[in-house]
C-alpha cells in the first residue's frame, strides 16, 4: 500500500513533522509531497477545507483519504504498533483531536512564516477566534510563569505596562485602517506579541538558571527581531515594531 502526506509548503512546523513521519515509517510506504506539487487529480480526491486544518493520507492505491488525528495514528502505528494503539483509545483520542485542533489552527503564529506562492490547493488554515484567544491565554499564562518561577531582571509591571501600551498602540493603528477584519488582525497580532515575548523571555529564563548571563542580552535581541519579523509579515506597519522598540528600551532595560 502505497500512502502519500500532503503537507502545507508555507508551514515550517508541517515540514519538519512530516519529514519525521516518513524517517520513521519501517514499511517504507510512506511518501509526502507539498501542496505546491500537487495536480489536480489528487486533488480531486482531497476534501480540500478539511485539508487545511488536518493533514491528508492519500491511499495511492484508491483506499479511504484519512486526515489529522487518523494520519497521525497511521504513520505511529507502523512506527510503533503499541504507541498506535494507545493513541486509538477513546480518551486519548478525543484529547488528541483538541491539541491538535489548537496547534493546527495557531501553526502560523507558533512559527511564523513568509506568504507562500499561489498554488492550486491553498493550506493555510482559516481563522478560529475561540483557538486564537486559547492560544493567547496559553502564551500570556507561560509567561507569567516564568516570571513567578524565575528571578527574570525585568520588573513584572514593566512588562505589563508594555504590552499595554503595544497593544492599544497596535489597537488604534488597525482601528485607523477601517478594516472589516479587525478582531482577526488584532488578535493575530497579540498572538504574535505574545510569541515574540515568550522566546525572549525562555532564552533569558534559560541564561539566569544555567548561569549564563550573556544570554539576556541575546534574549533582548531576539524579542526584538521576532517581533519585526512576525509584524513584516502580517503587513502592518513597521512603526509598530520602531514602538515597540523603543517601550523595550524604556521600560525594560533601565531595570
Known amino acids: 500500500m502505497r500512502k502519500l502526506i500532503i503537507y ?25 509531497i507539498s501542496n505546491a506539487q500537487l495536480t489536480q487529480e489528487t486533488i480531486n480526491r482531497l476534501d480540500t477545507q478539511r485539508a487545511r486544518h488536518e493533514i491528508p493520507l492519500v491511499d495511492l492505491d484508491g483506499g479511504e483519504t484519512i486526515y489529522g488525528v487518523d494520519t497521525w495514528t497511521y504513520a505511529f502505528s507502523n512506527w510503533n504498533k503499541s504507541v498506535g494503539k494507545l493513541l486509538s483509545l477513546k480518551p486519548l483520542r478525543a484529547l ?20 507562500g506562492r499561489w498554488n492550486l490547493l491553498d493550506l493555510q488554515p482559516d481563522f478560529h477566534a475561540g483557538y486564537r484567544i486559547a492560544f493567547i491565554l496559553v502564551v500570556f499564562g507561560i509567561i507569567s510563569g516564568l516570571f513567578a518561577t524565575v528571578s527574570l531582571p525585568i520588573w513584572p509591571p514593566a512588562v ?14 488597525l482601528l485607523r485602517q477601517h478594516t472589516d477584519s479587525f478582531l482577526q488582525r488584532m488578535l493575530d497580532y497579540t498572538g504574535h506579541l505574545g510569541m515574540s ?7 533569558s529564563a534559560i541564561g539566569i ?10 534574549a533582548y535581541a531576539l524579542t526584538l527581531g521576532q517581533h519585526f519579523i512576525r509584524t513584516y509579515r502580517l503587513g502592518l506597519n513597521p ?16 531595570y
Do not use: H
Request: proline share 4%; net charge positive.
Open 239 to 254: 512603526w509598530l515594531s520602531v514602538c515597540f522598540t523603543a517601550l523595550v528600551l524604556l521600560l525594560i532595560f533601565p
Open 8 to 32: 502545507d509548503e508555507s508551514c515550517p512546523m508541517c515540514r519538519l513533522y512530516t519529514k519525521g513521519m516518513v524517517a520513521v515509517n519501517s514499511s517504507g510506504d510512506l511518501i509526502r
Open 96 to 115: 488528541f483531536k483538541k491539541l491538535y485542533a489548537f496547534i493546527s489552527y495557531n501553526r502560523r503564529i507558533i512559527i511564523t512564516s513568509a506568504p
Open 160 to 173: 505589563l505596562a508594555l504590552v499595554v501600551v503595544q497593544l492599544t498602540i497596535a489597537c488604534l493603528y
Open 197 to 203: 515575548l515568550l522566546l525572549g523571555g525562555a532564552i
Open 209 to 218: 538558571v544555567a548561569g549564563y548571563t550573556a544570554l539576556i542580552p541575546i
